[in-house]
């Protein structure tokens, strides 16, 4: 596992002489990513330096466009993510107005010291600098001029069309889950607390693990979802429910239900992490308790006859 460093004062910049770079947000990690990274391990080989994943402590559109943000992955799983992802260091830069206002030559030499990269491999569409204004072709220039090899990757799966966190956010608003994960090459995941909740579940025959999930956290669109929950790193399968019930609305705070089938546990405080699998039907406001329940019944044997353990 990589180690990951944040650029404070303690920073040593001398990591990034004779390196390999991928560098970008890398929200959700993706399979476009995940190319990036392997591309700048297989330069390292050739350099004989570090490989590094170049990214930011949050995502730039948190500041700038937050009301629009729709993450894949926190910033703490992103990160923990890069640094399994075979590097040999993850570099966070510390990313605010000031730096951000920075014009993309400026960006670049603040960023790197005066210490450039062997290689340096980003995705064609990379953009960099104040409002963004810095493109591949600056890039470019500064890496003739700096001595640095600078690779601007096409990222496109097998239809043509682009491997992007965008195309990846509206697959899982739709509901289309399978379609998400193949661009991923991961499942779509989310990793939260457990809190307390109505307690109905129980009643009913069905408890629930509760989870309140940020609207930034929730690309996917409200639904009920085949899904596994890891617990402790042991994997289970899960019934889970996206949003509030028409039901229950106005009950709980709570907009993320699962039941864990085979389980029994207080989870109560203690972290879970949810992979979804499978869209299953939209939020329903049922007419009884036994419409309810036999819905929900319903769905529990559907995961468990269809996801396999």
Request: charged share 25%.
């Amino acid at each position: 596992m990589g180690l990951i460093l944040t650029v404070d004062n303690g920073f040593d910049p001398s990591i990034f002489e004779n390196s390999s770079c991928a560098f970008g947000v890398f929200d959700g990690i993706h399979r476009g990513h995940q190319y990036l990274i392997q591309q700048a391990i297989e330069s390292a080989k050739k350099c004989g330096g570090h490989s590094i994943a170049l990214t930011f402590d949050i995502d730039p559109d948190e500041m700038f466009h937050p009301a629009r943000l729709k993450k894949l992955m926190s910033n703490e799983d992103r990160l923990h993510f890069l640094a399994e992802s075979g590097v040999d260091d993850v570099i966070a830069f510390h990313f605010t107005r000031e730096f951000a206002a920075k014009a993309p030559w400026e960006f670049l030499e603040t960023s790197f010291f005066g210490r450039t990269p062997a290689y340096l491999h980003v995705g064609d569409n990379f953009r960099f600098g104040k409002c963004d204004s810095g493109s591949v072709i600056d890039l470019k220039r500064w890496g003739e001029e700096t001595g640095t090899h600078i690779h601007a990757h096409k990222l496109v799966a097998e239809d043509g069309k682009p491997i992007s966190a965008t195309r990846i956010r509206l697959l899982l608003a739709d509901g289309k889950i399978e379609p998400a994960e193949e661009l991923l090459g991961h499942p779509y995941t989310i990793h939260q607390r457990v809190e307390h909740g109505r307690g109905e579940g129980a009643d009913l025959g069905f408890r629930t693990a509760n989870l309140s999930i940020d609207p930034q956290m929730k690309p996917i669109s409200d639904g009920v979802y085949a899904a596994y929950a890891c617990v402790d790193g042991t994997r289970y399968r899960a019934a889970v429910s996206v949003g509030v019930s028409p039901t229950f609305e106005g009950e709980s705070k709570s907009n993320c239900e699962v039941h864990i089938l085979d389980f029994n546990e207080d989870l109560y405080g203690r972290d879970l992490r949810i992979e979804f699998k499978h869209w299953l039907r939209p939020m329903i406001k049922f007419a009884s308790t036994e419409e309810l329940v036999n819905t929900v019944n319903g769905n529990i044997a559907w995961v468990k006859e269809n996801l396999p353990l």
